[in-house]
Nanobody
Framework: QVQLVESGGGLVQAGGSLRLSCAASGRTFSNYAMAWFRQVPGKEREFVAAIRWNGYRTYYDSVKGRFTISSDNAKNTVYLQMNSLKPEDTAVYYC???????????????????WGQGTQVTVSS
């Protein structure tokens, strides 16, 4: 089993920044993928960014150039640095991980085995 705990959410004005953290504990995967998704009530969950064990990263188009995903393997933690935030970035952000996520499936939520509880990000205009 893997436990994921997100932190770092909050309220910020448009144009501001936040850094989300996701700490993993329990079983770890040598060839892991970790990702961030977000969801607004009444809408489908949306992919944000993902990183693989070898450093490969991919982003949703609307966050490219504003968000950066990174990882600290020694701490089993993945980060999402969010800059130039917009009101449409408001959502609950979830991190997820899996040990057998193909590169082609990094943006698909069903490929991930474990999920955190989510952290709220609110961007005011």
């Amino acid at each position: 089993q893997v436990q994921l705990v997100e932190s770092g959410g909050g309220l910020v004005q448009a144009g501001g920044s936040l850094r989300l953290s996701c700490a993993a504990s329990g079983r770890t995967f040598s060839n892991y993928a970790m990702a961030w998704f977000r969801q607004v009530p009444g809408k489908e969950r949306e992919f944000v960014a993902a990183i693989r064990w070898n450093g490969y990263r991919t982003y949703y188009d609307s966050v490219k150039g504003r968000f950066t995903i990174s990882s600290d393997n020694a701490k089993n933690t993945v980060y999402l640095q969010m800059n130039s935030l917009k009101p449409e970035d408001t959502a609950v952000y979830y991190c997820a991980t899996g040990g057998s996520v193909p590169t082609s499936g990094l943006s698909r939520g069903r490929e991930y085995d474990y999920w955190g509880q989510g952290t709220q990000v609110t961007v005011s205009s």
